[in-house]
């Protein structure tokens, strides 16, 4: 099969195309023949060296794919061959065949393409994940996007709007920040040219937001401690202004604040799969209904997944980078 692997660590040169064997399955495994696939952060930290593959895992980048069942044991399924489906895998999304967890797979909703379908795994687990399970946001409270027209802001942005919170997004520039309010945002905040925190203190009364999903870290974060609500929490899923951060210690305790994080790659096949059993029942709903979107950017062939990668580091981007598959 055709894939794309990493020669070495660094730039998006070092992304070639390959001819590699169509994987074999293992227990729980089903075969998807790959159709299209998401461009993500965490492929471009993997490329540089960044982000080790978990043990037993495919070398080949690529997280989130959708495509056709086209083997494995389907016997206590919902599925069968020849249904197209979107799946979260550990890697090897960047190839014409990916093995795939059958629990961390998904029906391709109504309506959409497989292109379309390919741009929800990573960045509904992840948003599920951190937002609804880590986090807890709950009904009447309020959420703030960090980089909002992200593949992650997008969808968080989408999602918590969908289920009726207030949301707030940064954003580094005037279209980027109507691009968030377009996609369910009250209101998108110029990083560039704002305080966020004195704008969220504004639109909330002096109270601040309930939940902050940041992938900045940096020196964001003792702005952020103070535009928390009191049991307000932060989580991190990244860190893009740096790994480490000044804190106020006085605020965590006085006002009883959580700060946590997580990465989604590294967890257990079984977290993976509850994570699926969520979004299956409260998300895919929504998504047929017409409430969350595609937001895709821009697609790529799967031999030029090099300038899918150097667009995704420009940072113009609004919404998901994708490659298209060939058979």
């Given at each position: 099969?055709?894939a794309?692997?990493?020669?070495?660590?660094?730039?998006?040169?070092?992304?070639?195309?390959?001819e590699?064997p169509?994987p074999?399955?293992?227990?729980?495994e089903?075969l998807?023949?790959?159709?299209a696939?998401?461009?993500?952060?965490?492929?471009?930290?993997?490329?540089?060296?960044?982000y080790p593959v978990?043990?037993g895992a495919?070398?080949?980048?690529?997280?989130e794919v959708?495509?056709e069942?086209?083997?494995?044991?389907?016997?206590?399924?919902?599925?069968?061959?020849?249904d197209?489906?979107?799946?979260l895998?550990p890697?090897?999304?960047?190839?014409?065949?990916?093995?795939?967890?059958?629990?961390?797979?998904?029906?391709m909703?109504r309506?959409?393409?497989a292109?379309?379908?390919?741009?929800l795994p990573?960045?509904?687990?992840t948003?599920?994940?951190?937002?609804?399970d880590?986090?807890?946001?709950?009904?009447?409270?309020?959420?703030?996007?960090?980089?909002?027209t992200?593949?992650?802001?997008?969808?968080?942005?989408?999602?918590?709007?969908a289920f009726?919170?207030r949301?707030?997004?940064?954003a580094?520039?005037?279209?980027?920040?109507?691009a968030?309010e377009?996609?369910?945002?009250?209101?998108g905040i110029n990083?560039?040219?704002e305080?966020?925190?004195?704008?969220?203190k504004?639109?909330t009364g002096?109270?601040g937001?309930?939940?902050i999903?940041d992938m900045?870290g940096g020196?964001?974060?003792?702005?952020?401690i103070?535009c928390?609500?009191d049991?307000?929490?932060?989580d991190?899923i990244?860190?893009?202004?740096g790994?480490?951060?000044t804190?106020?210690l006085?605020?965590?305790?006085r006002?009883r604040?959580t700060?946590?994080?997580?990465?989604?790659?590294?967890r257990?096949?079984?977290f993976?799969?509850?994570i699926?059993?969520?979004?299956?029942q409260?998300?895919?709903?929504?998504?047929?209904?017409?409430k969350?979107?595609?937001?895709?950017?821009?697609?790529?062939?799967l031999?030029q997944a090099a300038?899918?990668?150097a667009?995704?580091?420009?940072g113009?981007?609004i919404?998901k980078i994708m490659?298209?598959?060939?058979?």
């Amino acid at each position: 099969m055709l894939a794309i692997e990493i020669s070495g660590f660094g730039g998006p040169e070092v992304l070639h195309s390959c001819e590699r064997p169509i994987p074999a399955l293992k227990s729980g495994e089903i075969l998807i023949k790959v159709h299209a696939a998401g461009v993500n952060r965490p492929d471009v930290l993997q490329r540089k060296g960044h982000y080790p593959v978990p043990a037993g895992a495919s070398d080949l980048p690529g997280l989130e794919v959708a495509g056709e069942i086209v083997g494995g044991d389907l016997t206590h399924s919902a599925f069968k061959k020849g249904d197209m489906v979107c799946a979260l895998v550990p890697g090897g999304g960047y190839a014409q065949y990916c093995a795939a967890p059958l629990s961390h797979c998904l029906p391709m909703p109504r309506g959409w393409n497989a292109m379309e379908a390919a741009s929800l795994p990573e960045t509904c687990f992840t948003v599920w994940s951190n937002v609804f399970d880590r986090a807890k946001l709950i009904d009447g409270e309020t959420l703030l996007v960090q980089g909002g027209t992200s593949g992650i802001g997008v969808t968080a942005i989408q999602m918590a709007h969908a289920f009726g919170h207030r949301v707030f997004a940064t954003a580094g520039s005037e279209d980027k920040c109507r691009a968030c309010e377009a996609l369910g945002a009250e209101r998108g905040i110029n990083y560039k040219t704002e305080d966020f925190t004195a704008v969220v203190k504004s639109l909330t009364g002096g109270k601040g937001v309930d939940v902050i999903l940041d992938m900045v870290g940096g020196e964001y974060v003792a702005r952020e401690i103070d535009c928390l609500a009191d049991d307000g929490r932060l989580d991190f899923i990244a860190f893009l202004g740096g790994a480490k951060a000044t804190l106020d210690l006085g605020q965590i305790l006085r006002r009883r604040l959580t700060i946590t994080g997580s990465t989604l790659r590294p967890r257990s096949v079984d977290f993976k799969a509850a994570i699926a059993d969520q979004l299956l029942q409260r998300v895919w709903p929504l998504i047929e209904a017409g409430k969350i979107k595609p937001v895709i950017y821009q697609s790529f062939p799967l031999v030029q997944a090099a300038e899918a990668h150097a667009l995704m580091e420009a940072g113009q981007h609004i919404g998901k980078i994708m490659l298209t598959v060939p058979h």
